[in-house]
């Protein structure tokens, strides 16, 4: 089966800095795009950046680029995504995705696979 497994999650400090993995199963990834989205209580699931495994292609939200960068190891079948400087708005579930699309975009509807999430919270 396909999985994606987030880790890295956990509770910081606003200013502070965390970076999140996802590990994908199966060689098939090496051709997906993988992306992050997050999703805070009584809100809607939000893009925060995806990445073509070949690493040339990358997609943010522009008021989370020059915070958030997302980086790939296909050695290890693993996309992360590091979050420095965190806000209490930050707070939320990250999830990571896998899309077999040629340029997916910003809606949850082009990934095809996820994660089980990863909590993230961040005290003022």
């Known amino acids: 089966q396909v999985q994606l497994v987030e880790s890295g999650g956990g509770l910081v400090q606003a200013g502070d800095s965390l970076r999140l993995s996802c590990a994908a199963s199966g060689r098939a990834f090496s051709s997906y795009f993988l992306g992050w989205f997050r999703q805070a209580p009584g809100k809607e699931r939000e893009f925060v950046a995806r990445v073509s495994w070949n690493g040339v292609n990358t997609m943010y939200t522009a008021s989370l680029k020059g915070r958030f960068t997302i980086s790939r190891d296909n050695a290890k079948n693993t996309v992360y995504l590091q979050m420095n400087s965190l806000k209490p708005e930050d707070t939320a579930v990250y999830y990571c995705?896998?899309?077999?699309?040629?340029?997916?975009?910003?809606?949850?509807?082009?990934?095809?696979?996820w994660g089980q999430g990863t909590q993230v919270t961040v005290s003022s």
């Open positions: 995705a896998a899309s077999q699309r040629t340029s997916p975009t910003i809606w949850p509807a082009e990934y095809d696979y």
